[in-house]
């Protein structure tokens, strides 16, 4: 269902031209993320919403088709007519506010809010995106702590031109366009006043430098796709689902720009014997009932090895004993948990006639008259 652009200005549907631009403006801004107050993010949301409206209301030929067919993509032919997909492409968006001339409007966007390429146009320096990446942890290791290595297909610096994008040995001079700053200082009218700001270079892309050929491996691009072993340290006690971010290491930037982040999420693996909440380590064990009834010394198996734990006599299936500080250590510091190990008493499926006549001379010396097989048999 397409969005009712009238409602998200305010207006009816038999607004004139001059109340559409007067709504956008006063919409324009209330949602000035300088001036919005509360969320942020809200206000770019709406800042962006009423911009995507005006660019069709304020259009009269647009406008129409917008009546008629009701949707967008009906209206502008769908894809590249501004609105191509889920995404907002300012790089379409022309505004005219009167006196001032065309602006585009992408532009007061990135002044607003320091974004880089949202409009698809800027050609500078660019980020390099963000990566993320999953590694599966052993259950000690995750414990301990271990160097986790893996293989990572991701965009690098181009080797050949180190990045810049030239082709080695071709001559660089500085852009004669912006004198090699990268950057174009442009004065504009726009409805919030006279705005001074800096566009990107177009003839160098933000660079400063222009070079006369391109380099042979990336054509101009400054990266290069690569396969390389990431090795990550683990730290000692961290949990499953922990992301560990490892600054710079994402994949390079465009023409020199800054490399993006690696995310790596922790996927630790269970363990058979034991389960972790925390710090905490969790087991069973099992004993007989005689050991349970008469008490014994045993050995429960932690991560730590094996620990001696007193049974004391008339010990109940299902008891939970507590061993202190034999769990996994605490992220970043010097603590641990507990091993919490749960009893579980045995009553064994076979006896050996010796065995049975044991215990029937038990059931007797308890007063307790076993009727199946037993004294009556
Ligand atoms: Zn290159
Ligand atoms: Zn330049």
Same mark, same amino acid.
Do not use: W
């Given at each position: 269902?397409?969005?009712?652009?009238? #409602?998200?200005?305010?207006?009816?549907?038999? *607004?004139?031209?001059?109340?559409?631009?007067?709504?956008?403006?006063?919409?324009?801004?209330?949602?000035?993320?300088?001036?919005?107050?509360?969320?942020?993010?809200?206000? =770019?949301?709406?800042?962006?919403?009423?911009?995507? *409206?005006? =660019?069709?209301?304020?259009? #009269?030929?647009?406008?129409?088709?917008?009546?008629?067919?009701?949707?967008?993509?009906?209206?502008?032919?769908?894809?590249?007519?501004?609105?191509?997909?889920?995404?907002?492409?300012?790089?379409?968006?022309?505004?005219?506010?009167?006196?001032?001339?065309?602006?585009?409007? /992408?532009?007061?966007?990135?002044?607003?809010?320091?974004?880089?390429?949202?409009?698809? #146009? +800027?050609?500078? &320096? !660019? $980020?390099?995106?963000?990566? =993320?990446? $999953?590694?599966?942890?052993?259950?000690?290791?995750?414990?301990?702590? %271990? %160097?986790?290595?893996?293989?990572?297909?991701?965009?690098?610096?181009?080797? $050949?031109? $180190?990045?810049?994008?030239?082709?080695?040995?071709?001559?660089?001079?500085?852009?004669?366009?912006?004198?090699?700053?990268?950057?174009?200082?442009? %004065?504009?009218?726009?409805?919030?006043? %006279? !705005?001074?700001?800096? +566009?990107?270079? &177009?003839?160098?892309?933000?660079?400063?430098?222009?070079?006369?050929?391109?380099?042979?491996?990336?054509?101009?691009?400054?990266?290069?796709?690569?396969?390389?072993?990431?090795?990550?340290?683990?730290?000692?006690?961290?949990?499953?689902?922990?992301?560990?971010?490892?600054?710079?290491?994402?994949?390079?930037?465009?023409?020199?720009?800054?490399?993006?982040?690696?995310?790596?999420? !922790? !996927?630790?693996?269970?363990?058979?014997?034991?389960?972790?909440?925390?710090?905490?380590?969790?087991? +069973?064990?099992?004993?007989?009932?005689?050991?349970?009834?008469?008490?014994?010394?045993?050995?429960?198996?932690?991560?730590?090895?094996?620990?001696?734990?007193?049974?004391?006599?008339?010990?109940?299936?299902?008891?939970?004993?507590?061993?202190?500080?034999?769990?996994? &250590?605490?992220?970043?510091?010097?603590?641990? /948990?507990?091993?919490?190990?749960?009893?579980?008493?045995?009553?064994?499926?076979?006896?050996?006639?010796?065995?049975?006549?044991?215990?029937?001379?038990?059931?007797?010396?308890?007063?307790? #008259?076993?009727?199946?097989?037993?004294?009556?048999?």
């Amino acid at each position: 269902m397409a969005k009712d652009y009238y #409602k998200i200005l305010g207006i009816e549907r038999g *607004a004139s031209e001059a109340e559409i631009k007067k709504a956008f403006r006063s919409a324009a801004r209330k949602y000035h993320p300088d001036q919005a107050k509360g969320d942020k993010k809200e206000a =770019e949301q709406k800042f962006k919403e009423s911009s995507e *409206a005006y =660019e069709v209301l304020g259009d #009269k030929q647009k406008r129409a088709n917008y009546d008629r067919f009701g949707s967008a993509e009906a209206g502008f032919g769908g894809k590249g007519a501004g609105f191509g997909g889920g995404g907002f492409d300012f790089s379409g968006v022309k505004f005219d506010f009167g006196g001032g001339g065309e602006s585009g409007f /992408g532009d007061i966007f990135e002044t607003f809010f320091g974004g880089n390429g949202r409009g698809g #146009k +800027t050609r500078g &320096p !660019m $980020r390099g995106a963000d990566i =993320e990446a $999953r590694v599966r942890v052993k259950f000690e290791d995750a414990i301990f702590g %271990t %160097t986790a290595e893996f293989k990572l297909d991701r965009l690098v610096k181009c080797e $050949r031109c $180190r990045g810049n994008g030239a082709e080695p040995g071709s001559k660089i001079s500085d852009c004669r366009k912006c004198n090699g700053t990268g950057e174009i200082s442009t %004065t504009r009218q726009t409805i919030f006043g %006279t !705005m001074q700001h800096s +566009t990107v270079c &177009p003839d160098c892309g933000g660079e400063g430098k222009t070079f006369e050929k391109k380099c042979g491996s990336c054509h101009g691009t400054g990266r290069a796709r690569k396969s390389e072993k990431i090795k990550v340290k683990i730290p000692a006690g961290v949990e499953s689902g922990a992301v560990i971010r490892l600054a710079g290491q994402g994949e390079a930037g465009a023409k020199g720009g800054q490399s993006g982040d690696l995310f790596i999420h !922790m !996927m630790i693996e269970p363990s058979r014997e034991f389960e972790r909440r925390g710090a905490d380590i969790f087991s +069973t064990q099992k004993i007989s009932f005689i050991q349970a009834a008469l008490g014994d010394e045993i050995a429960v198996k932690t991560v730590h090895g094996n620990v001696k734990l007193n049974i004391p006599a008339g010990t109940q299936s299902h008891t939970n004993f507590k061993i202190k500080n034999y769990g996994s &250590p605490k992220l970043h510091s010097s603590e641990k /948990g507990d091993h919490l190990v749960k009893i579980l008493v045995e009553i064994p499926k076979k006896l050996s006639r010796k065995e049975k006549e044991l215990l029937e001379a038990l059931a007797k010396e308890g007063g307790l #008259k076993i009727k199946k097989g037993g004294i009556f048999g």
